[in-house]
């Protein structure tokens, strides 16, 4: 087991030398983690190659990618691995997707019966180029899963469906355990970070959907340059349609190419958010620098069926 900065795990991954690592700028002290290629991790790494399919964790270079795999969990991500969206903070690949792949429902289904997994979590890349943005697989993927590992909870992390609320509904339908779909940012940032999107579009997908029946879930990152209050206001407007789960992690800047981080904040930064979250009615906050959105994502659906 190896206890090493996170900067330097980024940097092995690319190949490059420890003497060149001493020249990037350090991460605060408590950004850390553990590598170690136990057993689970590397079933799920056979598993994955063998069936032709993509995580997030590994496309949108999740910090969490060893402790998750080790302890059996993984987010797969459909409808392929580019992304007709540009976000200034994501490290997924932007450009002309592939065709859709009718059997990629049946082989994340194999995966997650093949893993014997309690909690699959799916999300995609947006496909703002098919009339429902995907949803169709989502809810492909739900039934199959559940065809084949009926004790298992199944978590959805949509994108905005362009505010289709027809595709929407499609996912609804299949009544996933977990339904999120991540704010990101506060209102006053969306134009920049997340250009294609609408700050009041993704409340509005939050408040539909609970509306017709969804436990629903949303994520923020921070030190993109927004202020406390403004995280408040957003913990706010979530409450106000019914959101039940929140999780809260500081953005790392993937690349050169993407946004600086305008600040670290501190883990007493990140209790004090859970605790405000707490106060206002979430049934869970996952708060912390390492958090993401599907980060212990198997113990927030039990605390909030319990």
Not at 1 to 20: C, D, H, I, N, Y
């Amino acid at each position: 087991m190896t206890f090493v900065p996170l900067e330097e795990v980024r940097a092995a991954g690319k190949g490059v030398s420890t003497r060149q690592t001493e020249q990037v700028r350090r991460l605060p002290p408590w950004f850390k983690v553990t590598i170690r290629q136990g057993p689970r991790y590397k079933s799920i790494r056979e598993t994955i190659d063998t069936l032709g399919l993509h995580t997030i964790c590994e496309e949108a270079r999740c910090p969490n990618v060893w402790e998750c795999w080790n302890q059996g969990t993984a987010t797969f991500l459909i409808l392929g691995d580019i992304c007709t969206r540009r976000c200034h903070y994501c490290a997924v690949t932007t450009g002309r997707p592939h065709d859709v792949e009718p059997e990629e429902p049946i082989r994340v289904a194999r995966a997650v019966q093949a893993l014997a997994l309690r909690h699959a979590v799916i999300t995609s890349v947006n496909r703002d180029e098919l009339d429902d943005g995907g949803a169709w697989v989502f809810a492909e993927t739900i039934r199959e899963i559940r065809r084949l590992t009926s004790n298992c909870t199944v978590e959805v992390l949509i994108p905005d469906f362009e505010g289709n609320e027809s595709a929407l509904a499609t996912v609804v339908a299949e009544r996933p355990d977990i339904l999120n779909h991540n704010i990101e940012t506060v209102r006053r940032l969306f134009p920049t970070v997340r250009p294609q999107g609408k700050y009041q579009r993704s409340i509005e997908l939050l408040a539909r959907a609970k509306r017709w029946g969804a436990r629903t879930k949303t994520g923020l990152i921070v030190g993109m340059g927004e202020s406390v209050e403004e995280i408040r206001e957003v913990m706010h407007d979530l409450r106000a349609v019914g959101c039940e789960l929140l999780t809260i992690g500081q953005y790392l800047q993937p690349t050169k190419r993407h946004l600086p981080v305008v600040r670290f904040y501190h883990p007493t930064e990140f209790a004090a958010l859970k605790s405000e979250g707490l106060a206002l009615g979430f049934r869970h906050v996952e708060s912390g620098p390492l958090v993401r959105s599907s980060y212990h994502a198997e113990q927030q659906t039990d605390l909030a069926a319990s």
